[in-house]
């Protein structure tokens, strides 16, 4: 059974350039959720998408943007990155529709970004 | 801002022992809640789910919780040097996105 992965596993980027970011859901899922986590903080939530579509949004700006694609993998783009990007970015893979009372999430083992 | 509270630690209990980790959430209205364990330098992995007040038992880990108090705990029995790691508490806001705790690190000592 095939986990959740993605890709880089590191990644060192400028400030000012672009950045993208893959994940391949776990087996049988169907959502993608994206998540930012700095040093010594817990994983923020940045989007999730389903269906094709971005189905909830957390408060991250504009800069951050994604995609599904038909078979669910998903990119997650950074623009004009900032020092304060750097972090451990997760992808988690879920069911899309509610299954024992709700969606667990299974997380990938991330893409570390540093911004010089 | 919903929130999501844990005492960062570190919680160090002797090998053998229960480990007692504890969570509280602002959101009245989160419906579903989990734990999660995360490694130094990994990612984090699912442990438990728990939707319902009350206690949930899998294996040597026990989640409760309560929803009118607004908390959660995490209890591991017979804890080992292996389960030294930091534990994440996630809660739902609305129906799909996670809020986070900042963790609690725990130190089983051999």
């Given at each position: 059974d095939a986990g959740v992965t993605q890709s880089p596993t590191h990644l060192i980027k400028t400030r000012g350039q672009q950045v993208t970011l893959r994940c391949s859901p776990k087996s049988g899922h169907d959502t993608v959720s994206w998540y930012q986590q700095a040093l010594g903080q817990g994983p923020q939530f940045i989007f999730q998408y389903y269906e094709e579509e971005e189905r909830q949004r957390g408060n991250f700006p504009d800069r951050f943007s994604g995609h599904q694609f038909p078979n669910y993998s998903s990119e997650l783009n950074v623009n004009a990155l900032l020092l304060g990007d750097s972090a451990l970015y997760l992808c988690a893979s879920s069911w899309g529709r509610l299954y024992a009372g709700g969606y667990e999430q299974y997380f990938g083992p991330g893409t570390r970004l540093t911004v010089t | 801002q919903k929130e999501v509270e844990q005492n960062s630690g570190p919680l160090s209990v002797p090998e053998g022992a229960i480990a007692s980790l504890n969570c509280t959430y602002s959101?009245?209205?989160?419906q579903s809640f989990f734990w999660y364990r995360q490694y130094s330098g990994k990612s984090p992995e699912l442990i438990m789910s728990i939707y319902s007040n009350g206690d949930k038992e899998d294996g040597r880990f026990t989640a409760q919780l309560n929803k009118a108090s607004q908390y959660v705990s995490l209890l591991i029995r017979d804890s080992q040097p292996s389960d030294s790691a930091t534990y994440l508490c996630a809660v739902t806001e609305g129906t799909y996105k996670y809020i986070f705790g900042t963790g609690t690190r725990l130190k089983v000592l051999a």
């Open positions: - | 959101d009245r209205g989160s």
